[in-house]
């Protein structure tokens, strides 16, 4: 059996989420296709992302208290289940949003299990025997071998860390809907997951356009490498795909959006506000042909893909580093929005 000690830093309730409390943590039932992780980073716990904040708050709902957040999660492999194929003990491996789905449906089976029907998030879920989710902010994680991405040389944990949510999240799409040399696309918000989409947009060879209504972030935008900032003139009919990681729903020119893509453009939404889109019509998808969609983290081979990206050209996310005690202040100051771009979480639980 395991010797790693299950701890983490969990929110006690909705109304508490400014302080954190250390609390022992029970992993998920050992299967033989599990890994275990000593944890050294996470984006909670090497990062803090924005849905931190959203089910601490539970702006998205009611969740299971105490509860652990960070979905985010580097570190060091400290036991292999023997079914498992493409880690060993030693290795250095992350956890993304997802842990778990059923492994044999449709999209499990091509590379799809991102979207797997009964996909298990990573903390305020539920396992199939009952078993509550319990995130990154912690000292150690359990997970289905599916769940857990191999890190190339080249990329270091905490910048790893950062990107199995964040920028996985936007690299999926961009991959998708075929972000390259020729396309022009839009990165709307720029923020922890939006500056992923210059950084990536640009390394696939696509020029780049990054939409902020903060200007403050305009030198920013410009040292990422976006090749355009200023929207004075119109850019009606230009964009081959927009990318919104926008998580507040009010006020959003999703109308204005939709007009600037190219004939069957494709605006994708990764961004998850806790209030509905604003209201379209059929006339707004009408003149160009236009898709509307959304997008769900990326699969383990676009995490391979994506990490391996980051390795051949360098890429570098733009993060601040804290150790894992402060989570709480981290927690405090991304809902002020007091963050450039991501945060990432130490570990310090020893």
């Not at 924005?50 to 036991?79: A, N, Y």
């Amino acid at each position: 059996m395991s010797q790693v000690e299950f701890k983490g830093y969990a929110a006690l309730d909705g109304q508490s989420w400014g302080g954190l409390k250390v609390i022992d943590i029970k992993p998920k039932t050992w299967k033989e296709t599990d890994v275990e992780i000593t944890i050294t980073h996470c984006g909670r716990v090497a990062r803090v992302c924005g849905s931190d904040v959203h089910t601490i708050t539970e702006g998205w709902g009611k969740v299971p208290f105490p509860l652990v957040v960070g979905h985010e999660i580097v570190g060091k492999v400290t036991r292999v289940g023997s079914e498992v194929k493409d880690l060993k003990v030693g290795d250095r491996a992350g956890v993304g949003a997802l842990i778990g789905g059923c492994y044999s449906c449709r999209a499990c089976r091509s590379d799809n299990e991102n979207y797997c029907p009964r996909s298990v998030l990573t903390y305020a879920d539920r396992y199939p025997d009952g078993m509550v989710t319990q995130g990154g902010y912690a000292s150690a994680i359990r997970a289905h071998e599916q769940f857990v991405f191999p890190i190339p040389d080249g990329v270091e944990s905490r910048d790893a860390a950062s990107m199995l949510c964040g920028g996985l999240t936007i690299y999926s799409p961009l991959k998708r809907n075929g972000a390259g040399p020729g396309k022009k696309v839009g990165i709307v918000g720029i923020g922890g997951i939006g500056h992923y989409g210059i950084l990536f947009g640009k390394a696939m060879g696509a020029e780049v356009y990054a939409f902020t209504h903060d200007e403050s972030k305009v030198e920013d935008i410009k040292k990422m490498g976006a090749d355009h900032g200023d929207f004075a003139k119109p850019l009606a009919r230009t964009l081959d795909l927009i990318i919104s990681t926008r998580d507040v729903a009010e006020g959003m020119p999703l109308q204005q959006y939709l007009s600037m893509l190219w004939v069957h453009g494709k605006f994708i939404t990764v961004g998850l506000p806790d209030g509905p889109l604003p209201q379209l019509s059929a006339f707004d998808l009408n003149p160009n042909g236009c898709f509307l969609g959304g997008s769900r983290v990326g699969s383990k081979r676009e995490a391979a893909e994506m990490l391996g990206l980051a390795a051949e050209k360098g890429i570098r996310p733009w993060i601040e580093e804290m150790p894992m005690r402060e989570a709480a202040q981290a927690i405090q100051r991304l809902k002020r929005n007091d963050v450039r771009y991501r945060f990432v979480l130490t570990q310090d639980l020893v």
